[in-house]
C-alpha cells in the first residue's frame, strides 16, 4: 500500500519567515496530493492541494510543489503569522477528482509553532 | 459546501459497553465512507472503507467484529465500537467521498472508555 513519509515532525519558525514541510510517497499511482492543516480536537482543514498532472500550485500565502519522478511533494507558507501554528499533514491518494473511493493516506504530521 | 455532522463529539463510556458513532452527509450522497483513528499527537490512521450498500473493507490489524461499520444509505454511515476497552479510547473521524465533492470530513469525535 502506499506509504507517506513526512518531515520535519516539529518545526519552529519565527513570524515572518518561511515554512517548508516536505513529503515522500511511495505509490507511483498517487495522483492527488492535499494538505490539511488540524488544531487540537479539530477536524482537519483542506487548505491546499495539487493533483499529478500540475508542478507547482499557489494560493496566497500557500503554495505546493509536486515532483511525480522523485515522488516528493512540498508545502509552503511564506510570511507565516502566529494564527498558522497548528499540525499539518501531507496526505496521498489514487483518487481522480478527488475521490472514486480511494481513501488518503496521511503523513505523520508536522507541528508548525510560529512564535512572534 | 458539502457538510458532513458527526455524533457525538465527546463520549465517555464504562468498558465493556459499546459506543455508537454516527456520520450524516447533509447535502450530498456519501458513496464512500473512510472511518479514521487518531491518538494523541499521532496520524490519521485508516481503519475501514465502506461503500453504501456492502459491507466495509477493514486495514490490516482492525478487528471487523469489534468494530463494526454500517453504510445502509448514501447519508448515512455508522461505527459501532463494541465491547469497549481503555486502549479504544482515541478521536475517531470519518470521511465522505462522492463525485464532485471531494474528501469532506467529520468534526470527530473523543472517546473515553473508563
Known amino acids: 500500500g502506499e506509504n507517506v513519509e513526512q518531515h520535519p515532525s516539529t518545526l519552529s519558525v519565527q513570524e515572518g519567515d518561511s515554512a517548508v514541510i516536505k513529503c515522500t510517497y511511495s505509490?507511483?499511482?498517487?495522483?492527488?496530493f492535499p494538505w490539511y492543516k488540524q488544531e487540537l480536537g479539530k477536524r482537519p482543514q483542506l487548505i491546499i492541494d495539487i493533483r499529478s498532472n500540475v508542478g507547482e500550485k499557489k494560493d496566497q500565502r500557500i503554495a505546493v510543489t509536486l515532483n511525480k519522478t522523485a515522488k516528493h511533494f512540498s508545502l509552503h507558507i511564506t510570511e507565516t503569522q502566529p494564527e498558522d501554528s497548528a499540525v499539518y499533514f501531507c496526505a496521498a491518494s489514487k483518487a481522480r477528482n478527488s475521490n472514486s473511493g480511494y481513501a488518503l493516506n496521511f503523513g505523520k504530521g508536522t507541528s508548525l509553532l510560529v512564535t512572534p | 459546501g458539502a457538510v458532513v455532522s458527526q455524533h457525538p463529539s465527546r463520549v465517555i463510556c464504562k468498558s465493556g459497553t459499546s459506543v455508537k458513532i454516527e456520520c450524516r452527509s447533509l447535502d450530498f450522497q456519501a458513496t464512500t465512507m473512510f472511518w479514521y483513528r487518531q491518538f494523541p499527537k499521532q496520524s490519521l490512521m485508516l481503519m475501514a472503507t465502506s461503500n453504501e450498500g456492502s459491507k466495509a473493507t477493514y486495514e490490516q490489524g482492525v478487528e471487523k467484529d469489534k468494530f463494526l461499520i454500517n453504510h445502509a444509505s448514501l447519508t448515512l454511515s455508522t461505527l459501532t465500537v463494541t465491547s469497549a476497552h481503555p486502549e479504544d479510547s482515541s478521536f475517531y473521524i470519518c470521511s465522505a467521498t462522492s463525485q464532485g465533492y471531494g474528501y469532506t470530513f467529520g468534526s470527530g469525535t473523543r472517546l473515553t472508555v473508563v
Open positions: 505509490d507511483s499511482a498517487s495522483n492527488y
